[in-house]
């Protein structure tokens, strides 16, 4: 059977209330963040999912890791809009680069890197092998030759305007003919898949 307390006991409890009262709490950033955890976990993961998918569309995600040169997907996602090329070429050398080839698939023009999205070409700086080296300058000079035959024109044809190296990603035309289509007749390039080739077997 419960008993009531006497009225002078909760007299003396309210007052002792009333002369002492509690503090009010304070406002803790972090307990409020870790009450929020998940909302804010969701918030992050669909951020990063946003700009992940933006970067990198679907073609770019099938390709093995260390094959990630470019996004090699012809996604019709951008509209093709012929950019002229204007101007002498010449092989790059120095620090001054306006218009100028590197290798078989990347040059600069008015002073802007680009690397033709279409192919890949063997490599100049760093070759497996001799043989590479070789058909690399090769690539470099076919390169050279049809940048300066006149009627060039790019378009992008990829999602990405650049890619992680910070070069434009354009496919090179010559009288509406990709130059990527020549080298790759002339066995100096492949077309870009998602790997790059063997040029020492």
Sequence with gaps: MMTRKPARVLLLKDARQKLNP???PHFNPFAALYRMRRVLMV????TLTVIHFEKLPYSYLVVPAGNKLIDY???????PRPEPIEGRFVTCTGAQRINCVVDGD????RAVKYRISD?????IGRPQCETERRLGLEAQVALL???NGGGLTMERRERRDVDQYGRKLRVVLQDGRSVGD???ARGLAHRWNGHKLNWCG
């Design 22 to 24: 509690e503090p009010s």
């Design 43 to 46: 918030a992050l993961l669909a």
């Design 73 to 79: 997907g012809i996604t019709g996602a951008v509209a």
């Design 106 to 109: 990347t040059f600069w023009y």
């Design 119 to 123: 192919i890949n070409t063997p490599e």
């Design 145 to 147: 030759e049809n940048l």
């Design 182 to 184: 020549d080298l790759i």
